[in-house]
């Protein structure tokens, strides 16, 4: 079994920064993809940005030049540098890693951390 960790969520005022991290271990056998998404209150979860193993890295259309995706390899850890923060930018984020197994590929997913952006 693979757990993943975030942590770094919290309180900004619009236009500030926060640094997410996000951390997967146990049982690995070869973390590929790992990224993240955020779900706001009634709303679907949606795609923030996502990284591979060699570093191509792709993001959602509302945080393109404002938030960095990047990832340490050896430790399976992947950040979200977010910077320029808006109030839309508030929901609960959640780290993704892709594990491919002898079965295939199979997604984890965090327990979420919350960021709130006041306007």
């Known amino acids: 079994q693979v757990q993943v960790v975030e942590s770094g969520g919290g309180l900004v005022q619009a236009g500030g920064s926060l640094r997410l991290s996000c951390a997967a271990s146990g049982s690995i056998f070869s973390i590929s993809l790992m990224g993240w998404f955020r779900q706001a209150p009634g709303k679907e979860r949606e795609l923030v940005a996502t990284?591979?193993?060699?570093?191509?890295?792709k993001y959602g259309d509302s945080v393109k030049g404002r938030f960095t995706i990047s990832r340490n390899n050896a430790k399976n850890t992947v950040y979200l540098q977010m910077n320029s923060m808006k109030p839309e930018d508030t929901a609960v984020y959640y780290c993704?890693?892709?594990?491919w197994g002898p079965g295939g590929p199979h997604h984890y997913w965090g327990q979420g951390t919350q960021v709130t952006v006041s306007s």
């Open positions: 990284i591979n193993g060699a570093g191509s890295t």
């Open positions: 993704n890693a892709v594990d």
